[in-house]
């Protein structure tokens, strides 16, 4: 009976890989990845490893959950060292907790890999602290994707009194989040950030308001972060000499 590593692979930027992660997949005998995993991080594993895509397009599964489940207790099965790869920690949004729970009552042992999560890398990147002294002490990450049927439904009012709201994929559902956001008591005017593609060579970051994304939202491409949040106005001056990525910048309206 082999032992499956649920691993992190990080938002993109393969040097954000951990040294745990890349030992993992050295050993690796079989890889089942993800879409938002970068070519590189697979550079890793050794020429024999057999490496099996899963993965799935925002909200579209290409192959369903149940499978990747069944997949990866066949393969524990038939190989030692079997790596489930996925993009940036896979206990954020990551279906890394049911993996973990199959894993377990299918009695096969497993180890979780923490990853560097795109949830505060991808605004980094970016030149956007979550927290800042003075303007920021609380952040929280919310899923923009609410799928109709199991998923738990978002109370924005909620998050009211939170200073930055980091919202994972949203891209498509951002007209309507920013609606809500606005209806919940937030400031229209509240600068909004979205950071596409982040740490990678693609990055692109848009700067528009919660006003101007409830009436006319920028073009935007998942997969991509949402910040909202007074922070935002710091990443002009704090993106000017950061040097991680040249990235592409895009204002709308202030
Ligand atoms: N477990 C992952 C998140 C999976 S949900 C993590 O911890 O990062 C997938 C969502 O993450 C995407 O829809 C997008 O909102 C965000 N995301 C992941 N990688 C990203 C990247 N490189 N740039 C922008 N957003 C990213």
């Not at 970068?38 to 550079?43: D, G, M, P, V």
Request: charged residues 25%; neutral net charge; proline residues 7%.
């Amino acid at each position: 009976m082999g032992k499956v590593y649920l691993v992190g692979a990080g938002p993109g930027d393969p040097e954000l890989l951990t040294l745990k992660a890349v030992k993992v997949l050295h050993e690796a005998d079989v890889v089942l990845y993800d879409r938002l995993i970068s070519e590189e991080a697979l550079h890793y594993t050794k020429p024999a490893c057999k490496l099996v895509y899963v993965g799935k397009s925002d909200g579209k599964h290409t192959i369903p959950q149940e499978e990747i489940n069944r997949l990866l207790v066949y393969y524990a099965s038939t190989h030692e060292v079997v790596v489930r790869l996925k993009g940036g920690d896979p206990f954020v949004f990551g279906r890394g907790g049911e993996e973990a729970l199959y894993l377990k009552r299918h009695g096969i042992p497993y180890e979780i890999v923490p990853g560097v999560s795109s949830l505060y890398s991808v605004p980094a990147y970016a030149g956007i602290p979550l927290t800042f002294r003075g303007i920021a002490s609380s952040f929280a990450v919310i899923t923009g994707h609410e799928a109709t049927g199991k998923e738990k439904r978002v109370n924005w009012l909620a998050f009211r009194e939170i200073d930055t709201l980091v919202i994972l994929m949203g891209v498509r559902n951002r007209q309507r989040i920013a609606k809500e956001l606005i209806a919940s008591g937030r400031n229209p005017d509240e600068p909004v950030a979205f950071v596409e593609r982040g740490t990678t060579p693609q990055q692109r970051v848009t700067v528009s308001t919660l006003k101007e994304v409830a009436t006319e939202p920028p073009p935007v491409n998942p997969p991509a972060i949402m910040v909202v949040g007074e922070v935002v106005r710091l990443q002009k001056e704090l993106s000017e000499l950061l040097t991680n990525l040249k990235a592409e910048e895009v204002y709308h309206a202030r």
